[in-house]
């Protein structure tokens, strides 16, 4: 049901709110460089409470007498003489919430993905003169009884609709305080009693919201995303040659006919029609080389835990991988938006914007979109990842969940069988060896054959908040490098389960692999930066068999 036909359950009410007063919004609400001015500034909210079928029941604040879900709406009248000088709009409210601004709804830019900054909202639903935001949330109400014997009813979390098999997962705990994360904050997140904030935005207030993101790349190119924070033009600069990308908030850059083996300073620059420009960069990526030695580090399972996962990827970029392998859970939800920019992408964005990133879906991404939105893929028909880069072949699967059916195995045999490479990692995130508090994966074991008939250097797995080594009879390698934020593994092996474990560690941490046409050789650093783990490889037979 539209929410103007739910607000229309109380038809013959008077506007609401107050009017700002004078010729405009007031000059207190302007930011202190005059980019953007807050439209709502003394404006009072009305809000409706209702659960289930029942009518709302209007009031100045949030009022619930019974458990449940409910859902919240709120009113708020505003005057804007001339909404001429405005570029964009910007909403901040509640987790999921949906608005409508003078009757006209404003749709999420993705379905299913939650939100708490509703960005790009076009200025040309203003009305010079008054105008009507309304908006609603849903909430779940449980009930509390303190000491003296008085209820207090609570909303526990904050539930929308998602899709998939748990269609109203609580997202409350990843914006406002799970526990590895306790100060997530910037997330635009706004009490429930609160009026929600619209922003008009004035041309100076263009930026760039996400990124620069490299993705996939290869000998001769590169891979680059990009958000800003209200539809623009932006224009990549590289190698004497630029790359333009239309009006819209998300951008996606493919930089071709380079140079092996070479670095590349580039620059990014966002732009409104005659008006002002914003820069980043420049940057410095380099392309791989066709054959000669290279370093690249494999990690997984930051799971939002910014400040930890700031210090591994400060550790990442001092070693100048060629490119990264994330093994997933790079967030704890992958459907909440704010959760990329504010607990992955922003605290290592340096190493994003020099270092090619490859990434495996996690269960905590849960089937987001976002995932490969924000990092550009080798193919965009080829949902499983593959790509030889110079001595190594790269490969996974396309799966966030345990790999337990025989179509995996039979992937993985068409994509590595005409592989040259003398090294091969598969990645995956759910390990097929383990010992850590989810036990053995026995279903992975079904890739293990295929992979030995490959020669199959390593099996690079997350999920599991520890470093583990495995070594099955016969091959691969089973490497478990699941924290690289996420942390509080187990220390202690347990044999009946995995009997091939040769070196368990709970400590946060990364791999890394220098392959040279020799050998491989791999370091497993944790967040102090002491080896905790060191494994060599011969390179394999290129006719598949063992080494």
Not at 107 to 136: C, D, K, Q
Not at 138 to 159: I, K, Q
Not at 409 to 437: C, E, M
């Amino acid at each position: 049901m539209a929410l103007n036909r739910l607000l229309g359950l109380v038809a013959g009410m008077a506007s609401v709110g107050a009017v700002l007063a004078g010729d405009g919004p007031a000059a207190a609400a302007e930011s202190a460089d005059c980019v953007a001015v807050d439209l709502l500034a003394n404006a009072e909210a009305r809000f409706a409470v209702a659960a289930g079928e029942a009518e709302p029941t209007w009031g100045e604040r949030v009022a619930f007498t019974a458990t449940g879900p409910h859902r919240v709406f709120v009113r708020v009248s505003f005057r804007v003489p001339d909404p001429s000088p405005f570029v964009a709009l910007e909403i901040d409210g509640f987790p999921g919430g949906c608005y409508e601004l003078n009757a006209a709804e404003i749709p999420a830019e993705r379905e299913a993905i939650v939100y708490t900054t509703v960005r790009g909202v076009s200025p040309a639903l203003l009305r010079p003169g008054p105008n009507v935001l309304t908006g609603s949330w849903r909430l779940d109400v449980s009930a509390l009884t303190n000491a003296a014997g008085v209820v207090r009813f609570v909303p526990t979390f904050v539930s929308v609709p998602m899709g998939g098999s748990q269609p109203n997962r609580s997202v409350r705990s990843a914006i406002t305080g799970y526990p590895y994360n306790p100060a997530v904050g910037g997330l635009g997140y706004r009490g429930i009693g609160e009026s929600p904030a619209l922003r008009g935005l004035l041309p100076g207030a263009l930026a760039f919201q996400t990124g620069p993101v490299l993705g996939c790349a290869s000998h001769d190119a590169f891979t680059v995303f990009c958000r800003v924070n209200m539809p623009a033009e932006v224009a990549l600069e590289v190698g004497g040659r630029t790359y333009r990308s239309g009006p819209g908030r998300e951008h996606r850059f493919r930089a071709e006919r380079l140079a092996p083996d070479t670095p590349y300073a580039y620059r990014l620059t966002a732009a409104l029609p005659g008006g002002p420009r914003v820069r980043a960069g420049p940057y410095t990526v380099r392309t791989f080389p066709e054959r000669g030695p290279l370093t690249f580090v494999a990690m997984g399972d930051s799971r939002s835990v910014a400040r930890h996962w700031q210090r591994i990827a400060a550790l990442v970029l001092a070693h100048q991988p060629r490119f990264v392998v994330f093994t997933g859970d790079m967030v704890f939800d992958g459907r909440v938006d704010p959760l990329w920019d504010a607990t992955f992408l922003a605290p290592a964005s340096e190493l994003m914007a020099t270092t090619p990133f490859y990434v495996v879906a996690g269960n905590h991404e849960r089937g987001s979109p976002l995932t490969t939105q924000f990092f550009i893929q080798p193919s965009a028909e080829e949902p499983h990842l593959n790509q030889e880069i110079g001595l190594v072949h790269l490969a996974a699967p396309h799966s966030n969940r345990r790999l337990s059916t025989e179509t995996h195995a039979q992937v993985l045999d068409a994509i590595l069988a005409p592989s040259r490479a003398p090294y091969i990692f598969v990645a995956t995130h759910w390990p097929a060896r383990n010992s850590g508090k989810y036990g053995n994966v026995g279903s992975s074991n079904r890739l293990l054959p295929t992979l030995r008939k490959h020669g199959v250097t390593a099996m690079l797995s997350g999920h599991e908040h520890q470093y583990e080594r495995s070594e099955p009879p016969g091959g691969p390698t089973v490497i478990v490098t699941g924290a690289a934020g996420a942390g509080g593994g187990r220390d202690d092996r347990r044999e009946a389960e995995n009997p091939d474990s040769r070196v368990l560690v709970g400590k946060r941490h990364f791999c890394v692999f220098t392959v040279t046409p020799d050998r491989c050789v791999m370091k497993a650093i944790d967040q102090d930066g002491m080896v905790i783990d060191t494994r060599e490889w011969a390179p394999r037979r290129i006719d598949g068999t063992a080494r």
